[in-house]
């Protein structure tokens, strides 16, 4: 069979071959230093590793976490003083706190790094017992909806305030919802996403940053404006839990049994209260300062100056008379440091008589069962409060030790979370 001539073969032999450039070399110059070869394998890192490029690492870290303590400082000083930022973050509570009491939940969404911001805010309402879920706005669009029941309320994270997957996601949530937004912008109406929703519903909690993150690190990847969201929303999260539960701190650790914290709890709940109390004999008894223009009377100063010795931070004025490491520290103006003790306020001194008596074998976990049990009824509120003090009994029957009631149980804004 005779071979056919193909269009390949056919422009091959008819292509005439290329001629050399005049204007190029046709040998290639002298070269006085023979270049040497390149290695096959990359160097090792440690060899193009200097000094000066680790302090430029330093500098680089030092400078992202700067950027984000003055953004901090820039929200807090705006939670402080703007109105708007206020009535955001008291209305969030608020409406958070009545969602829960409602047998509603809280549904949280966002797209990106905010999502995952959303993610975590969700895990630690969880841990709170305040009942949260995250919902992916596309997600939601594709059958998720359905997870939105009729008392919930939504918390939106989004740093620009018009992020499309949320503005489509919200065309399909009924307008009775409330809706809160985690977002830079500084006042509701200008954020897009409120737009056609009742103003009653929506609650601004404004999270801006001083600086954007390109002008601080010349790429406008989520760092600051992540930072500002994550703290702002465990601030809602404390609060919100305060709100709720008498004991957060309670609440937390039965959701937490598992981890070092759980741990943790464990051994707190399984120590006596005698190993945590601050021993009476050793707490320092406060001495009239040695000033030429002086009152003969002890004063807040006097107080102060033997606090400061305290290693627990206790002070007494005789052997049955105290003054509790909380109040020392609210004596804070130079008038209250110049008054006579007994005129520094009700509660700041607790005689004897005062005290609460509690068992030093008693474990930690039975006392604030016990407290809590009480505090259920008027008359425990009455007197296990606030700068109570709790006396611990030995086996000899006498009080040796003493206890802040707010470092065993969380007894208002004021307390502590617990030992």
């Known amino acids: ?22 204007l190029l070399p046709t040998t290639l110059p002298h070269v006085c230093e023979p270049i040497p070869p390149l290695p096959m394998t990359p160097p090792d890192a440690d060899e193009v590793l200097d000094a000066a490029s680790n302090e430029a690492a330093l500098r680089t ?34 409406t958070i706190s009545r969602t829960i009491h409602r047998g509603g939940k809280l549904v949280v969404s966002g797209v990106g790094k905010s999502g995952k911001i959303a993610k975590k805010v ?46 489509a996601f919200l065309q399909h949530i ?29 609650i601004l909690l ?4 001083p600086v954007s993150e390109t002008a601080s690190f010349g790429v ?19 609060a919100v839990a305060r709100r709720l539960y008498p004991s957060p701190a309670e609440v937390f650790h039965r959701y937490h049994p598992g981890g070092a914290i759980g741990v943790s709890a464990q051994k707190i709940g399984a120590r006596r209260m005698g190993d945590v109390a601050v021993h009476v004999a050793d ?5 009239k300062h040695k000033h030429p223009s002086s009152s003969p009377t002890l004063t807040g100063l006097d107080v102060l100056l033997a606090a400061a010795r305290s290693p627990s931070g206790w002070v007494r004025l005789s052997s049955d008379t105290v003054i509790a490491p909380r109040q020392v520290q609210k004596l804070g103006t130079s008038a209250e440091l110049d008054y006579p003790v007994h005129a520094l306020g009700e509660g700041v001194v ?70």
């Open 350 to 419: 607790v005689e004897k008589g005062d005290w609460i008596s509690i068992p030093a074998a008693s474990t930690v976990e039975e006392a604030r069962g016990w407290i809590e049990e009480m505090r259920l009824g008027e008359r425990g509120r009455t007197f296990l409060k606030q700068g109570t003090v709790l006396g611990i009994v030995d086996a000899r029957g006498e009080v040796s030790g003493v206890v802040e009631i707010e470092d065993v149980v969380d007894v208002g804004d004021a307390g502590g979370g617990g030992v």
């Open 220 to 238: 406008a990847a989520p760092t600051t404006s992540t930072t500002t969201a994550l703290v702002l929303s465990d601030a809602l999260a404390i």
């Open 61 to 94: 870290g030092l400078h992202v976490i700067w950027t984000a303590k003055d953004a901090l400082e820039y929200m807090w000083d705006l939670l402080h003083s703007d109105p708007v930022a206020q009535e955001g973050f008291m209305n969030a509570v608020n």
């Open 122 to 167: 969700e895990a630690t309402m969880n841990s709170f017992a305040i009942r949260t879920v995250f919902l992916h706005p596309t997600e939601a669009v594709h059958g998720d909806l359905g997870i939105i029941a009729e008392n919930d309320a939504l918390l939106l994270f989004t740093f620009s305030g018009r992020t499309q997957e949320l503005s």
């Open 174 to 202: 009924p307008t009775h919802h409330p809706l809160l937004i985690i977002t830079s912008h500084k006042h509701p109406s200008s954020c897009p996403l409120f737009a056609n929703r009742p103003p009653a519903k929506c």
């Open 283 to 287: 707490v320092p008894i406060a001495q």
């Open 206 to 209: 404004p999270a801006p940053i």
């Open 1 to 22: 069979m005779e071979d056919r001539p193909t269009m390949t073969a056919f422009m091959l032999k008819n292509q005439p071959l290329t001629p050399v450039s005049p």
